[in-house]
Nanobody, 117 residues
């Protein structure tokens, strides 16, 4: 069974940085694309960034140039470096594994990021 565990959330001032990490277990991590999503209060969950098994990346327009997704297949981890944070980045951030079929997709439990002075 796939398990995803996020870490690294917290409170940061506007303009600050945070690094989120997601550790995967129970799967052959290197075979799968991974993603980070976020859900702000009262809003739908939205895609933040994706990284394929071949290290291709894709970002939401709202985070381009500020966030960087990366993966370490040796450690079964995917990370999200977030710079120049804004209050509108406040949300619960979720790690996601894109399974070979939708039924095999997996989600982490989420980690809260709060950007506030």
């Amino acid at each position: 069974q796939v398990q995803l565990v996020e870490s690294g959330g917290g409170l940061v001032q506007p303009g600050g940085s945070l690094r989120l990490s997601c550790a995967a277990s129970g799967t052959i991590f290197r075979l799968y694309a991974m993603g980070w999503y976020r859900q702000a209060p009262g809003k739908q969950r939205e895609l933040v960034a994706q990284i394929t098994s071949g290290y291709g990346t894709n970002y939401a327009d709202s985070v381009k140039g500020r966030f960087t997704i990366s993966r370490d297949n040796a450690k079964n981890t995917v990370s999200l470096q977030m710079n120049s944070l804004k209050p509108e980045d406040t949300a619960v951030y979720y790690c996601h594994l894109y399974g070979s079929t939708p039924a095999l997709d997996a989600w982490g439990q989420g980690t809260l990021v709060t950007v506030s002075s």
